[in-house]
């Protein structure tokens, strides 16, 4: 829903991508944000085109939710505030620019 800034993608979702797709990842993300943009919207399209219902799609969204929440309530996962979670974000996504 992204190199160095690998590091600050959740290791499930990176754990789940074969090796030419974290590649892939890599090369994308040091790309200028105009064609990363545009790559991304692309690639939500691709996944629109899923034969999915929007009850079905409603539904996964529900259960994800729920998921989340079960893990917060449970201690298997924890927050951080937003402002904290953004500039570390940013600050890897500059340290990824600068390489």
Request: hydrophobic content about 40%; glycine content about 6%; cysteine-free.
């Amino acid at each position: 829903m992204w190199g160095g800034w690998l590091d600050a993608r959740s290791s499930t979702t990176v754990e789940g991508m074969n090796a030419r797709a974290r590649q892939l990842l890599d090369e994308l993300l040091h790309l200028p944000a105009e064609d990363r943009a545009l790559i991304a919207q692309e690639l939500d399209a691709s996944l629109e085109e899923d034969d999915a219902t929007p009850e079905e799609i409603e539904k996964a969204w529900a259960e994800e939710i729920e998921r989340r929440v079960a893990n917060v309530l449970e201690g298997r996962s924890t927050g951080r505030p937003a402002p904290e979670a953004l500039a570390e974000i940013r600050a890897r996504l500059h340290a990824a620019r600068a390489r």
